[in-house]
């Protein structure tokens, strides 16, 4: 069967990660969550006093620092599932914190960021086999990905998900501070002049706000059989 990068972009919050990196193992395709890359400069930029009072980060310094930013992932042996490393360190509880959450758009708006995140997402992909999640991956990163998929759901929906998963954590959590910055996120992520979040034209569009995660599974599924059968039109 042919190996196919399959792009799936869409808001935050609403199971890209979830659903992809079922899609991954059912499959056999490595799984790359790219938002995990910019919450791990995020987090550099937090370590390193990158932002201003009002939450602004300091770009030029960034700018000067970023080659000693390295952001890798390495499979936990008994989850069998991807872990972010920045510098050599897993941060991936780290990042998933509110502190992280509510610096990210600013860092994933800038140019230069976006370039080195962006290179090395496409090596990544050279090989194929490869399930990626983020906002820009079907536009910009593989605009020829054969499978495009752009997720949604409704701001409530997504609030509440994001409220359970750090709540099951263990994690402090307010629900209208979680609401208030997923709206903001997705003026943000949509607004932004480099690689804006938006629909493919060729993408596949699910919104899943009243979908079970096994029937959002089942749906993709199909889809990725339907892209990968060799046939006289591949
Ligand atoms: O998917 P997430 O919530 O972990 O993403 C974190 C942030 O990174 C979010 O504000 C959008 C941004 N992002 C992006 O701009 N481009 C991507 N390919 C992935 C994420």
């Known amino acids: 069967m042919k190996k196919i990068i399959i792009a799936i972009d869409g808001h935050s919050s609403c199971g890209k990660s979830t659903m992809a990196k079922a899609l991954a193992q059912r499959v056999g395709y490595i799984y790359v969550d790219t938002g995990a890359m910019y919450r791990a400069v995020t987090l550099f930029a937090l370590q390193h006093g990158l932002f201003d009072k009002q939450g602004r980060p300091l770009e030029a310094k960034l ?6 930013v390295s952001v890798s992932f390495k499979l ?8 972010t490393y920045l510098n ?8 998933r914190g509110m502190e992280v959450s509510s610096h990210v758009s600013p860092i994933a708006a800038l140019p ?18 490869i399930v990626m999640d983020g906002r820009d991956i079907g536009t910009v990163v593989f605009p020829e990905a054969e499978l495009k998929i752009f997720v949604t759901a409704s701001a409530q ?34 607004h932004r002049e480099v690689a804006p979040l938006r629909q493919a034209p060729d993408a596949l569009l699910l919104d899943n706000s009243n979908l079970t995660i096994e029937e959002q599974n089942q749906w993709l599924i199909q889809q990725f059989e339907a892209h990968t059968q060799d046939g006289p039109e591949n």
């Open 63 to 68: 700018e000067a620092l970023m080659p000693q």
């Open 76 to 83: 936990n042996p008994e989850t069998n599932l991807p872990q």
């Open 88 to 95: 050599g360190q897993c941060v991936e509880s780290e990042i």
């Open 112 to 129: 230069f960021v976006r370039q080195a995140m962006t290179r090395q997402q496409q090596l990544m992909g050279r090989q194929k086999g």
């Open 157 to 190: 929906v997504r609030a509440q998900r994001r409220y359970d998963e750090l709540k099951a954590k263990g994690q402090e959590a307010s629900f209208d501070e979680i609401l208030k910055n997923v709206k903001e996120r997705d003026y943000i992520d949509s």
